[in-house]
């Protein structure tokens, strides 16, 4: 925190040095009014060309500044056309700002350049800073939730700076990356989102860039608006443009928020005396003469373990930032520090950042701009694992209630000792408290672009860049938790990313008719990632943690390892525009990649994309309520390097065995991966056909994209003959298929003088369909979930969506005890009957069928801003449907006893010797364990209130405060409102994220959190 | 616009381009992937180093979760009379010997004792090559070889006939290998057996306790041997191990599976584990009890005694090894006799394999054991009655030193426990093969022995297991079958 200030004194140094101030002869006055209404607009900003001298208006649209008769002024407010006036003799000057059509002139930042709206052929999609800032954020990816059609977010935990997967247009891989490009500034950056280490969920490494520095993100759905991306373009694009200096006086901001946030909804589960009554009814199920629980009243405690994991945690972010400049170096200069703790205690997520964009005009023909953020984020990370039995938030839910958490002497109470339960539970508060795992992360992500024009239509550009990155897990788990010694383990690892890239751009308007703008070069993009750990266990003391490894009498092996790999590119575009009306866009990529076998380094990709704006036709010209329509068709490929590195070699690799009478660690080596020299990019070929047509005079504005994406040489672990030693090998093959339609219409209903309504809808459909798999079966099962329920629950079939959910169908409950000729000859009466799908008289793991999917149908956003007068409300519901979720939590806490855990309130709808009902919901309590089957695969549908936020933007001008330009507070809630039927935490929920197979599986999952925040906005 | 300015921007502009050139050619290169933290397969196998390194790797399968730690164990135990499970069904898939050929354990089984027979081709392969030490390079050729064989054993005594690659698969087109008949596996069996009994040494250096002898290779062959009722070739190699002199019964049976005493004079061939690094489930697996239980980290039920068994219903308390071996009481943490069923696992624990200091379940030092002398001295009497007319008197003697230990007699003179004289050549070889089902409980020998002498699955079945219809060995895991291009369906196991 210290050095936060500090950092952010020297910056305020640093921009006062900057600023030039000017002075001008003349005192001049002046008002400035909307065209739209005539009203006056106050908050315009008013510079004198060419300086950095300006002011803005105030609450009744007056200015007044100095300037020389000379001068030109240049009034800009957002929403409006920039407009210039020379001043000349005026002293008093009235300046009418005309709507700006924003959603035709508006630019598009597109992979490496920029292009007006309507000009664009692709299908792509733009966040604004504003709906960005709507909602406090941890990650830039966030701000894409609910806002974009074809964009689902997936916040696969809720833990603070936890993983976000982002699938544009649906997963097009199975085991390469499935997450998009991101290009924060320029810079590819790959957002690998790790997979699950055992001990935590995979944490986010965009969490480590400040969302408040976001002027706008672009997303590229369509291969003709990716393909220049070529080998990384399958996934989609996320553009991310930070905010830049402009010309004009400098300006101070200052933001703040300060929230609280608070568990959604706690599992509703069986109180203490429930939980012995229910033990003992299984003990009498069972035929125990002894029952675990012969006297109630021994055990008088009764512990609610959810309310003693989480905690109402607070989350704070302030973000101080400097912008402005001269027509000749422009600078925005921002630090944040944001701290948001978790629900759970003992997790949180911190990050201080600065960012430092220049832009100078060197000559008239030579520009630079440079890009600089550096940040520390601290991520204490709770241990929500997917392996059962050890994840905190697990054993919240299935510890017996009746345990208190600590013993009078202040350890904490084994709570499997407790009669009657499974002996696998562990303190919950102890994990929460005496395991202690944290990454810290520092990363500097610094680019510069020379720009050297040698006449107006041409120019070159060229970018170098470094993105590094290091980082260190410290994990501790102390003594006091059962059975551990003490074990101390640090991991570092340091990753830099280099780039280079030589653009050249040419833009020529030929004629009335003719239009031309073409980009083309060639870049070099190389990675060096290198790791270190070392562990140790058996301390005699918790007192060092992780700072003192050598103090544990039994350290553990080393490890380091060192990996790189390189990106070499050639790239063109052209963009052809007749009559301004029918547009053509041609690119194609070709990429070098060192992950690729030696027989496929290269590969081409190619698109084409047509556009015609019927709406400029002369025939459209009388058509007066259609303000602008445009008809869109693309094809194009794209690739997915994300295979990993050395995928391609025969290798060799350590293998620990033990030998000897002191049985003493002894390492081989052994062949570990065949080689493949053919490896090389998944391949998606995506064809689009789209439509945008505004209404009104662009009051309403809609868009239409159908899409087909047919990704074929799917990398894949595929099974060879498990019998040759090997089980898989790495190959292009197999494809997949995703279909859908991207809706997205927004409008202003309402645009009073005070009143103005806009209101927006975005849905997106999407159909995901294994196409084929390398194996003859035409399907292979995804990995084991760990014990109990030890099998896979995804699978990968022909025909079905990736990682379907697949298992028995339940029938009711028998009403008698079974014998040799029954489907179930052990069951006795009140147990589970399950369906006998393949008719051979018996249960067994051929009846198992396909039950649902992970993936949603439809995913849909709903915003609204409502703005009267100074207040302002703005709303944004999301939702999806048709995903479902395999509830493992439920696979214990509803197995009606037969693991000796707490179990789900609901259980008491079960069948027991004096209620034998075969329609109850649960089964009788025994130690028969359930199988997997529908009645853990939930409906996972949801609709959600995101979030909501009421705002007041203070009349600064009427006032009278000069110093002060704008100020704005506000409250927000978010996820304060949820419909579903998922009967767990939440329905937002994977255990898994990344390239694992498993998907759609909840197991004791961070649970996600409801917030209410205050903040305020200030600018100087 | 001033010269310096000029120059600046000339400056910067050749900077630039210049960079860009110059990186242009080093890039092509840098396509080339550079590798730092593993070796590829064609800078290895040339010093005597790589060749240690690389039988090693042949052991190493052998001490993974899907191995010796505790899948070959579940498979093997759950699936015999003596062992069940109380819960999760796909544990009790195997205890009943009802799985389909997608079952996880038998496949993950399947896979790693492929993985031990690739390195072992490897090394095969390859060590003889080496410029080296020319008895020592022989000596790690046999231990590939030993490694091979021991995995085909199991392979083809759980499978029958299997894939059977006998050189190093290194790329996709040898990968697909078809099925060999049972008795040729069994020929590449004693033919590697054969040859690493003579290149073997006899004993081991401190260090290398845990990789194979010629005891080992010979109890092996022996076993082998009897398997496939070879019985005067069983016999004769069992008493060759016998007269080495080599090996004997530890006085106590208890001691035998003590951790504190892993290199014992009885253990022929063991794998070893040091519990912390790398350890067995076996303590918590074979114990009841939960955390009460102080002879694990935490007894999870998952090898219970079967109440239905020969063991658990007729199993004379006279004999040592009843206690050693099964228990329905123990004594908790608290010092307090408890019973097994007033947890909620009401079942009867095993307690062969005790780790009281285990830091975690899954950190067992237990050494699984492949052969000890009892093994050699059982062998012997099976086989030796079984190639003469009658039962010999060694045959008597050698399972008789087997029970007197049990009963904590001296070993070499006759008692009251002894198995009867005058037996039929039939009476006596059941009296061995249930000698057996006492000595080896949860030793995973038992399913080997119902499978060899025709009792399985019919045995579980009389207990009320749902056993799956006209299944008699294991399936080929569905895997195998969808990847392997020289297999069909017909391929599969009766059964399935």
């Not at chain 1, 009243?297 to 994991?309: A, G, I, N």
């Not at chain 2, 069992?238 to 014992?264: G, M, T, W």
């Not at chain 2, 008597?396 to 070499?412: C, S, W």
Request: with cysteine; glycine share 8%.
């Amino acid at each position: 925190m210290k050095r936060l200030y500090a950092y952010l004194a020297l910056l305020i140094t640093l921009c006062f040095s900057i600023l030039n101030p000017v002075f001008g002869q003349q005192k001049v006055t002046g008002i400035v009014f909307s065209g739209t209404d005539n009203s006056p607009l106050p908050g315009a900003s008013v510079v004198i060309k060419g300086s950095a001298t300006g002011t803005t208006t105030d609450a009744n649209g007056r200015f007044t500044l100095t300037a020389s008769p000379t001068a030109t002024l240049t009034v800009s407010f957002i929403g409006y056309q920039n407009t210039e006036v020379v001043l000349g003799n005026r002293t008093e000057i009235s300046v009418t700002l005309a709507a700006d059509d924003k959603s035709l002139n508006e630019v598009v930042v597109v992979g490496y350049g920029t292009q007006k709206r309507r000009d664009v052929t692709g299908s792509i999609a733009s966040v604004s800073a504003q709906a960005i800032k709507e909602m406090p954020i941890t990650s830039a990816e966030q701000g894409l939730q609910g806002r974009v059609a074809g964009v689902q977010v997936i916040q696969s935990n809720s833990a603070p700076g936890g993983a976000i997967s982002i699938r544009v247009r649906g997963g097009n891989s199975v085991l390469g990356g499935n997450e998009p490009l991101y290009v924060i500034d320029g810079f590819p950056v790959y957002n690998s989102i790790g997979t699950n280490d055992g001990q935590s969920q995979p944490t986010n490494p965009l969490a480590t860039i400040n969302p408040n520095d976001i002027v706008s993100m672009e997303v590229l759905k369509d291969a003709s608006a990716t393909a220049i991306f070529g080998a990384r373009g399958a996934n989609g694009v996320v553009i991310i443009t930070t905010r830049r200096g402009k010309a004009g006086p400098g300006t101070v901001d200052f933001e703040a928020y300060y929230g609280v946030q608070t568990v959604r909804r706690k599992l509703p589960l069986l109180n203490g005396s429930q939980y012995m009554d229910l033990a003992n009814e299984k003990a009498r199920n069972l035929g125990q003469t002894t029952l675990p629980f012969p006297d109630k009243s021994s055990w008088p405690v009764s512990t609610d373990w959810q309310e003693e994991l989480f905690q109402a945690a607070p989350i704070q972010n302030y973000a101080l930032s400097f912008s402005g400049g001269s027509e000749t170096s422009r600078y925005a200069i921002s630090g944040n520090w944001f701290d948001q703790q978790g629900i759970v205690i003992g997790s949180g997520f911190r990050r201080g950042s600065v960012r430092v964009n220049m832009d100078n005009t060197i000559s008239r023909k030579l520009s630079l701009s440079t890009s600089i953020t550096a940040s520390r984020s601290i991520n204490q990370q709770a241990r929500t694992s997917i392996n059962f039995g050890n994840g905190v938030v697990y054993n919240a839910l299935i510890s017996a209630p009746l345990a208190p958490v600590y013993n009078a002497d202040g350890s904490y109470f084994r709570v499997n000792t407790i009669p009657a339960t499974e002996p696998f539970g562990t303190n919950p508060l102890a994990l929460a408290q005496e395991f202690s795992n944290q990454l810290v992360t520092n990363r500097i992500l610094a680019n510069t672009n020379l720009t050297y024009a040698f006449s107006p239509e041409l120019a070159l550009s060229v970018r170098l860049g470094i993105d590094y990155s290091s980082d260190r897990t410290d994990r501790y788990f102390s003594r006091k938790l059962p059975g551990s010694t003490g074990q101390a383990s640090v991991f570092t690892g340091e990753g830099s990313t280099y780039l280079n890239e030589n653009i050249l751009t040419y833009k020529k308007q030929i004629g009335a008719n003719h239009s031309l703008d073409a980009t083309g070069g060639f870049t070099w993009q190389e990675s060096v990632f290198s790791s270190l750990s070392a562990s140790s266990q058996n301390f005699a003391v918790d007192l060092f943690g992780t700072d003192n490894l050598s103090a544990g009498n039994s350290p553990g092996l080393p490890g380091s390892g060192r990996s790189k790999n390189s990106l070499l590119s050639w790239l063109g575009r052209v963009n052809y525009g007749f009559k301004d009306r029918y547009l053509l866009t041609v690119s194609a990529r070709t990429d070098g990649s060192s992950r690729f076998g030696s027989g496929n380094k290269w590969g081409f990709f190619p698109s084409a994309a047509l556009a015609w704006r019927v709406s400029e036709e002369p025939f459209m010209k009388a058509v007066s309520w259609i303000s602008d329509l445009k008809l869109r068709t693309s094809i194009g490929v794209t690739g997915n390097q994300e295979i990993g590195n050395y995928q391609s070699l025969n290798r060799l690799n350590t293998v620990t065995s033990i030998q000897g009478v002191t049985q003493a660690p002894v390492v081989g080596f052994a062949v570990t991966t065949m080689a493949n020299p053919d490896l090389k990019w998944e391949t998606t070929t995506q064809y689009d056909a789209g439509l945008d047509v505004s209404f009104l005079n662009s009051r309403v504005n809609l868009s239409l994209d159908y899409y087909v994406k047919n990704t074929t040489d799917l990398l894949a672990q595929v099974p060879v003959a498990i019998s040759s030693g090997f089980s898989s090998i790495l190959l292009n093959s197999g494809s997949i298929r995703n279909q859908g339609f991207d809706v997205s219409i927004d409008g202003t209903i309402l645009n009073r003088r005070k009143l103005r309504w806009n209101a927006g809808l975005n849905l997106s459909t999407n159909q995901n369909r294994v196409q084929s798999v390398a194996v003859r079966g035409g399907q292979f099962f995804a990995p084991l979930i760990t014990s109990p329920v030890d099998l896979p629950v995804n699978i990968i079939r022909e025909g079905q969506p990736v990682s379907a959910f697949f298992g028995y169908v339940r029938d009711g409950l028998w009403g008698e005890d079974q014998g040799a000729t029954s489907l179930m000859p052990n069951a006795r009466a009140g147990e589970q009957r399950y369906k006998d799908l393949n008719g051979d008289g018996r249960i067994t793991a051929d009846d198992r069928t396909i039950l649902g999917k992970p993936n949603p149908d439809l995913i849909y956003g709903l915003t609204s801003q409502l703005t009267y007068g100074p207040f302002d409300l703005n709303i944004l519901f999301q939702g999806v449907q048709g995903a479902m979720v395999f509830n493992a939590n439920n696979f214990t806490l509803s197995d009606v006893f037969a693991r000796g855990n707490n179990q789900v309130a609901d259980i008491t709808d079960r069948w027991t010797t004096e209620n034998r009902n075969v329609n109850a919901k649960y089964p009788r309590a025994s130690s028969v364990s359930p199988l997997v089957s529908d009645r853990f695969f939930e409906d996972a549908s949801y609709f959600r209130l995101r979030n909501i936020q009421l705002g007041y933007n203070l009349p600064v001008g009427s006032l009278g405060v000069k110093w002060l330009r704008s100020a704005r507070v506000y409250v927000s809630g978010q996820n304060l409102l949820t419909v579903t039927r998922y009967t767990g935490f939440d329905p937002e929920v994977s255990s898994t994220a990344g390239s694992d197979l498993r998907k759609g599986v909840d197991i004791g999952a961070y649970p996600a959190a409801k917030m209410w925040t205050a903040g305020l906005r200030l600018g100087f | 616009m001033n010269t310096r300015q000029t120059l600046l921007r000339r400056g910067l502009i050749s900077l630039s381009l210049s960079l860009s050139l110059a990186l242009l050619p080093g890039c092509q290169d840098s396509l080339q992937e550079e590798v730092y933290s593993f070796v590829s397969a064609d800078n290895f196998y040339k010093t005597a180093a790589d060749a240690e390194a690389a039988v090693i790797a042949a052991y190493q399968p052998f001490t993974s979760d899907d191995y010796f730690r505790r899948n070959f164990y579940n498979v093997g135990l759950l699936a015999d009379d003596q062992v069940m499970i109380g819960r999760n069904a796909t544990f009790q898939a195997v205890d009943n010997f009802n799985i389909t050929p997608d079952h996880p354990f038998h496949t993950a089984l399947w896979q790693q004792m492929y993985l031990c027979i690739n390195r072992s081709n490897t090394g095969i392969q390859r060590l003889p090559t080496i410029s080296m030490d020319e008895a020592r390079r022989a000596s790690l050729v046999g231990e590939c070889r030993y490694v091979r064989a021991y995995n085909y054993f199991n392979l083809v005594r759980l499978f029958g006939g299997v894939p059977m690659p006998t050189t190093e698969i290194q790329s996709t087109g040898q990968t697909n290998n078809p099925k060999v008949p049972t008795d040729k596996v069994y020929e590449q069996i004693v033919a590697d057996l054969l040859e690493a009994e003579k290149v073997l040494p006899l004993t081991r250096p401190a260090a290398e306790w845990g990789r194979a002898t010629r005891g080992a290779a010979q109890t092996l062959l022996a076993e082998v041997y009897l398997t496939t009722e070879r019985w005067q070739q069983a016999a004769d190699k069992a008493k060759e191990v016998i007269d080495s002199k080599q090996y004997q019964l530890l006085p106590d049976f208890r001691s035998v599976f003590s951790i504190s005493n892993e290199a014992n004079a009885e253990i022929i061939q063991s794998i070893q584990f040091d519990g912390p690094t790398i350890g067995t489930w076996f303590a918590s697996f074979n114990h009841a009890g939960g955390t009460d239980n102080p002879n694990c980290f935490l007894g999870s039920a998952n090898w219970s005694v079967e109440q239905k068994s020969d063991i658990w219903l007729n199993w004379d308390s006279k004999d040592g090894r009843k206690a050693a071996s099964t228990y329905d009481k123990f004594i908790n943490k608290a010092g307090k006799l408890v019973s097994v069923f007033d947890y909620p696992q009401p079942f009867p624990g095993f307690g062969k394999y005790n780790a009281p200091n285990e830091v975690s379940n899954g950190n067992s030092p237990c050494n699984p054991i492949i052969h000890r002398y009892a093994d050699v001295l059982l062998i012997f009497a099976e086989a030796a009655s079984q190639a003469a007319a009658s039962p010999p008197p060694a045959a008597y003697d050698a399972v008789n030193q087997v029970r007197r230990r049990g009963y904590k007699v001296p070993l070499n003179a006759p008692s009251e426990f002894d198995v009867p004289l005058g037996l039929s050549k039939g009476a006596f070889r059941q009296a061995v093969i249930r000698e057996r089902s006492l000595e080896f409980v949860i030793e995973n020998k038992r399913l080997f022995d119902l499978m060899r002498t025709g009792q399985f699955p019919a045995i579980i079945k009389a207990q009320g297991k749902n056993v799956r219809e006209g299944a008699t060995l294991f399936p080929i895991p569905l895997s195998e079958l969808n990847s392997n291009l020289a297999l069909t369906q017909a391929d599969q196991n009766p059964g399935y």
